[in-house]
């Protein structure tokens, strides 16, 4: 072997090197993501293992015969490698919850053929291994996808205000209202009030209202209950107020006792003392004992 082919061999072995070094973040950052690249980089990789096993003479010849693949593969990766900067894997994640996520959720709602398409061509772009090429067109097809959804949603979260507001309304316009402690006033108040959204906000990829947190079935399965809510905070209004308006009755305990010195002394104190209790529940009293 001359020296040039040892230092051929040399080089080989620290581009080697360098490389398996590199490569298990790579591996790792797209397998967590679950990219359709994983199996390329995995096949690099063993590749380079085993050039790393060989002794130099065998790299040598191993580069005169498959050094132009070798270099197309370092190429690939090497654009991979370009390619997966922390903000477009996060694009591509977002691509990704569009189809899994938001596209079922939509398409549910409002099916649309030309939708569909776009949906399996997302699809496809996923699963392409230059997807990192083809950002553009991942986040076109998915901002479609997005959009119609964003309106499907912020129209039924518009909606759910307009029917909590209407009814918030009119339990503010309940005359017994006023009766009632502020505690009370605003603990009753608190489940429709609640569900009235200020901040409509729908992030590329969520299926729920940044600011409540509201999916597309829950805003809709709240529409139809809100009656339900109101009738809930008007009987809590009607128990608030009765309790407040029935007369009260104050029953000495003493006045059914006298002396207690026998089973029967304890037996007739009871009886009386439970009868005037009943009496004044009839008569709907508030009753207090003392
Ligand atoms: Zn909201």
């Not at 309106?151 to 205000?161: G, I, T, W």
Request: proline content about 3%; overall charge negative; some cysteine.
């Amino acid at each position: 072997m001359d020296v040039d082919q040892q230092q051929i061999g040399r080089a080989l072995g620290e581009f080697v090197r360098d490389e398996l070094a590199a490569l298990p973040n790579l591996i790792a950052a797209a397998e967590a993501r679950q990219l359709p690249v994983v199996g390329a980089l995995e096949g690099y990789r063993q590749e380079l293992s085993a050039i790393e096993r060989e002794e130099t003479q065998k790299r040598i010849t191993f580069l005169a015969q498959e050094g132009l693949a070798l270099k197309r593969r370092y190429e690939e990766v090497s654009r991979l490698r370009t390619g997966m900067t922390p903000e477009n894997l996060e694009r591509v994640s977002r691509a990704a919850s569009v189809l899994a996520n938001v596209w079922p959720a939509l398409r549910q709602a409002a099916p649309s053929d030309d939708l569909e398409v776009a949906a399996g061509e997302l699809q496809e772009l996923l699963a392409a291994p230059d997807l990192f090429d083809r950002l553009h067109e991942m986040k076109s097809k998915s901002e479609s996808i997005h959009a119609a959804y964003e309106a499907v949603l912020s129209d039924a979260h518009m909606r759910r205000n307009e029917v909590y507001e209407v009814a918030v309304d009119r339990v503010l316009g309940d005359e017994r209202l006023p009766q009632l402690a502020l505690n009370d006033r605003e603990a009753l108040l608190g489940p429709l009030q609640s569900r009235v959204c200020g901040t409509f906000t729908l992030e590329l990829g969520e299926t729920v209202c940044g600011s409540c947190q509201s999916s597309l079935q829950l805003i809709e399965s709240e529409i139809a209950a809100v009656s339900q809510y109101e009738a809930t905070a008007r009987r809590r209004i009607a128990e608030l107020t009765d309790r407040e308006q029935r007369p009260t009755k104050v029953i000495r305990a003493a006045d059914h006792f006298s002396v207690v010195e026998t089973v029967e002394d304890v037996e007739r104190g009871v009886d009386s003392l439970r009868d005037e209790l009943l009496k004044s529940l009839d008569e709907g009293n508030r009753t207090i004992v003392e």
